[in-house]
C-alpha cells in the first residue's frame, strides 16, 4: 500500500502564493519509480489535472495555471511539490496528489491518491 499525504494548503488571497506538499511512503520504493501528479476538485464537479512530473522530470500543466504554476519533486525525499503563485479565487479548490503509471493530466492514469488539502483563495 502507498501513502501520500498533502500538507501546505490554506487561505491566502489574490495574488499570494502557496506550496503544497506531498510526502509518499509505504510500499513505495521511490517517487523516481512513479509518475506523479496534482489534480483538484470543487464539490459536485469533476475531479481535474493541474500538474504531472514523469520519471525524468519532464512537466505538464493545465493551461488554466501554465506560468502560475510549478511542480517539482525531491526524490531523496519521497516528496512531490506544487508551487502556486500569483493565485486566483478560481483557484480555489481541493488539491489532491496522486501516483501512478500514467504521466499525463487524466485522473485514471493514477493508481494512488491522497486526502486532499484545501486552498481558498479570497479576492
Known amino acids: 500500500q502507498v501513502q501520500l499525504v498533502e500538507s501546505g494548503g490554506g487561505s491566502v488571497q489574490a495574488g499570494g502564493s502557496l506550496r503544497l506538499s506531498c510526502l509518499a511512503s509505504?510500499?513505495?520504493?521511490?517517487?523516481?519509480?512513479?509518475?506523479m501528479g496534482w489534480f483538484r476538485q470543487a464539490p459536485g464537479k469533476e475531479r481535474e489535472g493541474v500538474a504531472a512530473?514523469?520519471?525524468?522530470?519532464?512537466?505538464n500543466y493545465a493551461d488554466s495555471v501554465k506560468g502560475r504554476f510549478t511542480i517539482s519533486k525531491v526524490n531523496a525525499k519521497n516528496t512531490l511539490y506544487l508551487q502556486m503563485n500569483s493565485l486566483k479565487p478560481e483557484d480555489t479548490y481541493v488539491y489532491y496528489c496522486?501516483?501512478?503509471?500514467?504521466?499525463?493530466?487524466?485522473?485514471?492514469?493514477?493508481?494512488?491518491w491522497g486526502q486532499g488539502t484545501q486552498v481558498t483563495v479570497s479576492s
Open positions: 496522486a501516483a501512478g503509471p500514467g504521466c499525463g493530466l487524466a485522473t485514471g492514469e493514477y493508481r494512488y
Open positions: 512530473i514523469g520519471r525524468d522530470g519532464s512537466t
Open positions: 509505504g510500499y513505495i520504493y521511490h517517487v523516481s519509480s512513479y509518475c
